[in-house]
Every structure is written in structure tokens, then in C-alpha cells.
């Protein structure tokens, strides 16, 4: 096994995308969008017989104090048929070396598999979930028939009522970034969602060579719901959305959620990922999810490999004392 440091945009795509249900956290265009947003990114493959069997994207994100941390979201990848352990191995010990080299604490890491933290003498510790631990996702291989036929009877109802009231989508893009931040904002305000900042979401529809698609629907002329899309590999990911206070008996969101996945399947996306359900933390949204059938995944949630026990304890204390208050 080989680790080298991944450089070319297509060969990491090629590699992650070409996985079943493809990672889009892990893919080179992502990684651009977090050095914005966030710090440094490597991408680091292990080749074996020169061929790419396991890739990880890291990036360094900031705590208190000058520390720091490597981050790396829905990986490692391994490839299908790899042997995970001679993959996964090499690419822990060499993310350790660099976090020798940047004073980096811990790597925190949302494994696809609970393999991936089982099978090592490493000092893995569970920690509260960075991307969702469930998610629901949608197999466009059925006909639009079958994926109406799956749904919720409430869900049909209020997409043909959506469409008889004269709801229409369009696809946008960063110009019209102000009406995607007012439907956002307007629904975390009612729905007590915490956003990221403006500029975060105004970041992401900056990416180059953009996965990251805008779409609203529209009623009236004015948009009053409105969805960010990610489109890479074999699936389509419903990444954030809003709508409007008003006019919510349109039922907007359920022809714009439908035309997305219509979408998705004309393009040949294999995959529809809701990216997320939660029926304690997310009660509404989670209904609203599961309206459209699917089935669901649950990943093993969120880890850190710790590389400095000391500071790791100070950092594990100080969280609980400011989640206490």
C-alpha cells in the first residue's frame, strides 16, 4: 500500500463518485468550499498496485486557545472489495503524522461503516453526531409511478394541489442568493433551526465546476420555497431549504421536492438523499421527509481519533461545562 497526496481533481472524483450512494463531503469541489469556510484541506489516497482503493479529505478546523483539529465528513472511502483494514490503516498513521506536524489534537470522522472504528487498537471515542447518524433516501430506478406509489397519501395530495394552484419551479443561481437567504432565514425563525452564516451558504454557490444547485418554486411570480441540491456521483443530496410565512397552504415544498427528484432520475442519479432525519431534534422536517417513502440508512455517527490525550481531556471537559449552561 502506497499513500500519496491526491492532486487531480478527476482521478479523487472519479474514486469517490464512482462508490454506490457517492459521498459528495468527500468530493474534490467540496473540499474547495470548506477551504473558504474552514481551513486547509489534504486529500490523501492509498494506492495499491497503483490502483486508488481508499481516499480521506481532511480539513483543519479551529478551537480556542491556538488548538486544532482535522475534520473528515462521511470517510474514509474505501473502494467495494477493498480489504478496509490494509486501506483504513495507512491512511490513520498518515494523518497522524500530519497531525504531528500541524499540532493538530484529534481527527473527527463520520465513518460509512462500523467496521471502520472496530477494527483497530486506536484510541477511537464516540462524539456527538457532525452529519446526521440516519438518513432516508429515495431509489430513482423505480418508474415516477412507483415513487408516487410509495408516498404518503397527504404527500400526493399536496403535490397535485401545488401544481392546481399554479406552482411552478425554476432553477436559479448565486444571483438570486438574497430571496434563498430570506425563505432560510424565515424558516429558521419559525422552526428554531440554527443556520450557519450568510456567507457560508453565499460560499457554497460560489464552488467552481458547482455540484451545488438552486432551485425555487414559485406562486404568484414570487418565490415562496426554495431548495440547495447537491448533485454528484450516483445520487442527488437535498442539502438545506425554507420557505415562505405566507402562502404555506400552496404546499410549495411538496412539487419542489418532487420536481428535484424527477430531476435527479432524468439525469441518471440513481439516488435521492434527504441528508438527514431526526424524529426528536427534527420532528417536522422528519414528517415531511418520510411522506416520500424511501429507505433508511443509518450510519455509525461521529468519532475522533485522539493524537493528544492531554489537551483531548481539557477540550472533553470545557464542552461539558458550556452544553451545561
Known amino acids: 500500500m502506497e499513500i500519496i497526496n491526491l492532486t487531480n481533481k478527476q482521478q479523487l472524483n472519479n474514486f469517490v463518485g464512482g462508490q454506490p450512494h457517492a459521498q459528495f463531503l468527500q468530493s474534490w469541489q467540496w473540499g474547495e468550499f470548506q477551504e473558504k469556510v474552514s481551513g486547509q484541506v489534504w486529500r490523501l489516497g492509498v494506492l ?62 463520520d465513518p460509512l461503516k462500523q467496521s471502520t472504528i472496530t477494527n483497530y487498537q486506536l484510541s477511537i471515542v464516540k462524539t456527538l453526531d457532525v452529519q446526521p447518524s440516519k438518513t432516508l433516501i429515495l431509489d ?9 406509489k410509495q408516498m404518503r ?19 436559479a443561481d448565486k444571483t438570486r442568493f438574497e430571496e434563498f437567504w430570506s425563505l432560510l432565514d424565515q424558516t429558521a ?32 411570480n414570487r418565490p ?16 438545506h431549504g425554507g420557505s415562505a410565512s405566507e402562502e404555506r397552504n400552496v404546499m410549495a415544498s411538496y412539487l419542489l421536492q418532487w420536481h428535484n427528484i424527477k430531476l435527479a432520475k432524468q439525469l441518471g442519479y440513481k439516488y435521492y438523499d434527504w441528508h438527514g432525519i431526526d424524529e426528536t431534534r427534527w420532528p417536522g422536517v422528519t414528517r415531511f421527509k418520510k411522506g416520500f417513502g424511501g429507505f433508511e440508512v443509518n450510519y455509525p455517527g461521529t468519532f475522533d481519533l485522539v493524537f493528544d490525550t492531554g489537551w483531548y481531556s481539557i477540550y472533553k471537559m470545557v464542552r461539558r461545562v458550556r452544553r451545561t449552561f
Do not use: W
Open 140 to 148: 430513482l430506478a423505480q418508474t415516477e409511478a412507483e415513487l408516487l
Open 189 to 220: 425563525g419559525r422552526d428554531k433551526f440554527r443556520l450557519h452564516g450568510r456567507n457560508y451558504y453565499r460560499a457554497m454557490l460560489e464552488i467552481n465546476d458547482n455540484p451545488v444547485k438552486l432551485f425555487f418554486a414559485q406562486y404568484q
Open 224 to 239: 415562496i420555497a426554495t431548495a440547495l441540491v447537491c448533485f454528484f456521483g450516483d445520487t442527488a443530496t437535498y442539502l
Open 48 to 109: 495499491d498496485n497503483n490502483e486508488l482503493v481508499a481516499s480521506a479529505k481532511v480539513i483543519t478546523k479551529n478551537l480556542p486557545m491556538g488548538k486544532k483539529y482535522f475534520y473528515c465528513g462521511r470517510g474514509p472511502v474505501v473502494a467495494v472489495g477493498a480489504d478496509e483494514r490494509q486501506a483504513v490503516e495507512p491512511l490513520f498513521k498518515e494523518i497522524e503524522k500530519l497531525a504531528g506536524q500541524a499540532g493538530i489534537m484529534f481527527l473527527r470522522f
Open 153 to 171: 397519501q397527504k404527500t400526493r395530495y399536496n403535490i397535485n394541489l401545488a401544481e392546481k394552484k399554479g406552482v411552478s419551479v425554476v432553477a
